[in-house]
T-cell receptor, first 115, second 113 residues
């Protein structure tokens, strides 16, 4: 079974530029999560999708961050314009249906550096 | 809102020895799971072990076991017979009814040969 795929693995941009990250969850997984992990900290949830609908985006900085999962499969996370404090690893995770208390499977993450 | 505290930023253990990583949390959920995830330098988060909060019996998974004290909201991870491959960041995380995880700040485990 293929795992969660993310691209790119690394991205360097200048502040005020825009950037997009892509995530393809495990096949059949209905729930998809985006996390932000600042260096030296634990991951922080940004947004949770159930199929193509948003379940929770309360911690997403909506003035600059946006995310979509149009067909209920892969997802993109966009930052526009980027700030220095957005430098972090962006992790995508997915989980299957059934009980809500299921393991989240994580992708390798995208390391973003904003200069 | 849930909060998670991992009070040990770094821990060191000799190969083949035992080490315990601590975690305390606060939650208003009545039913939840607790997870320990491992994050090696490759950044891929890997599930180590999970505990159902309504179960009194502590979870075990090969060399990994937990000490779950629900009343104290404590969830420590014990690694027995430590191996070089155990070196990584370890994160404790309870979930909520929506299966959203709240991660602690992590503990960096170093294993000395």
């Amino acid at each position: 079974e293929a795992g969660v795929a993310q691209s790119p693995r690394y991205k360097i941009i200048e502040k005020r530029q825009s950037v997009a990250f892509w995530c393809n969850p495990i096949s059949g997984h209905a729930t998809l999560y985006w996390y932000q992990q600042i260096l030296g900290q634990g991951p922080k949830l940004l947004i949770q999708f159930q199929n193509n609908g948003v379940v929770d985006d309360s911690q997403l900085p909506k003035d600059r961050f946006s995310a979509e999962r149009l067909k209920g499969v892969d997802s993109t996370l966009k930052i526009q314009p980027a700030k220095l404090e957005d430098s972090a690893v962006y992790l995508c995770a997915s989980t299957g249906g059934g009980t809500v208390f299921t393991e989240q499977y994580f992708g390798p993450g995208t390391r973003l550096t904003v200069t | 809102a849930q909060t998670v505290t991992q009070s040990q930023p770094e821990m060191s253990v000799q190969e083949a020895e035992t080490v315990t990583l601590s975690c305390t949390y606060d939650t208003s959920e009545s039913d939840y799971y607790l997870f320990w995830y491992k994050q090696p330098p490759s950044r891929q988060m890997i599930l180590v072990i999970r505990q159902e909060a309504y179960k009194q019996q502590n979870a075990t998974e090969n060399r990994f076991s937990v000490n779950f004290q629900k009343a104290a909201k404590s969830f420590s991870l014990k690694i027995s017979d430590s191996q070089l491959g155990d070196a990584a960041m370890y994160f404790c995380a309870p979930n909520n009814a929506g299966n959203m995880l709240t991660f602690g700040g992590g503990t960096r485990l170093m294993v000395k040969p």
